[in-house]
């Protein structure tokens, strides 16, 4: 890992995708996984979160550790560790049963201050950070949150918060018109995801459409968040953010010839599996 503060910190969700249908998990999450990508690209990151004390808390953190990820306010709590049930299904990934487990947290102190340090800090829905948003607000230089496909109304009440909002595109809507609803609630960068379609962008330059990339498909769990590192590293780098966007769609497509968001493949137990846990998602 880099020197210094790190400039792009993602705070919140990590999870092991369980692939029971291969026996196999992977670590995951949307938070780790921009944090590991970007990492990939040369870029100094850290995570914030909560791992549990089993064998997939373990995964995940030996992961962020091998992928020269800071993990000093990586928390590892008493208790079994967020799980995802995934199947492959044609190159696509289709989820199952899951479960939080331990990683829900409050951002403490020594959090926020390595937040404030860095050029960039990123979470997304799956994170549990929706009530925490605004402190993160006010902590962050730049703020950037994966919207993925939540509702409208979802949307509305966070993204005034945002500066940088990515988002799938709902059936039934325009690029052109979800982009600029988006960005009139106050976000200075939107990129609307279209799947196989590629991606789009809205700026105060105007919008811009990125195509998806060409290359084999083997599992395209963890693309999206592939793009967004790579957008973001774009532009902390200085890239113009229709460049950046160029890059990472052809970049996420890289990150679906393996099973699993990064790789890390680990042999999956029937008690990781199948624990029941209060709290599922």
């Given amino acids: 890992m880099g020197n210094g503060a790190p400039r792009i910190v993602a705070i919140g969700d990590n999870v092991v995708d369980c692939y029971v249908d291969l026996g196999w998990m992977y670590p995951g999450g949307n938070a780790v996984n921009v944090a590991v990508h970007a990492a990939r690209l040369g870029m100094h990151t ?31 709590i008493e208790g079994p560790n967020a799980r995802a049930v995934v199947h492959v299904v044609d190159g696509n990934r289709v989820f199952g049963d899951g479960s939080v487990g331990v990683s829900r947290f409050v951002p403490a102190p020594a959090d926020l201050e390595l937040i404030a340090g860095a050029d960039l800090v990123h979470t997304g829905d799956c994170s549990m950070m929706e009530e925490h948003l605004g402190t993160l607000r006010e902590h962050a230089q730049w703020l950037s ?49 279209q799947g196989p379609s590629g991606a789009s962008l809205l700026t105060k330059e105007g919008l811009h459409h990125s195509p998806a990339g060409l290359g084999q498909i083997v599992d395209t769990l963890g693309a999206g968040d592939a793009a967004a590192a790579r957008f973001l590293t774009g532009l902390i780098n200085g890239e113009s953010a229709a ?34 846990t209060k709290e599922t998602v």
């Fill in 46 to 76: 850290a995570y914030i979160g909560a791992v549990g004390t089993d064998e997939a808390g373990a995964c995940v953190r030996n992961a962020l550790r091998d992928e020269g990820v800071d993990i000093l306010r990586t928390r590892v």
């Fill in 145 to 193: 949150f994966d919207f993925s496909e939540q509702p409208w109304d979802y949307i509305a009440e966070h993204a005034p918060l945002v500066d940088i909002a990515l988002c799938s595109l709902p059936s039934g809507d325009s690029v052109e018109h979800r982009a600029r609803a988006v960005a009139g609630l106050g976000p200075q960068i939107v990129v609307v995801t």
């Fill in 243 to 276: 460049s950046a966007l160029d890059a990472a769609t052809a970049y996420a497509t890289t990150a679906c010839t393996e099973y699993g968001a990064f790789g890390h493949r680990t042999p999956l137990t029937s008690a990781i599996e199948v624990r029941p």
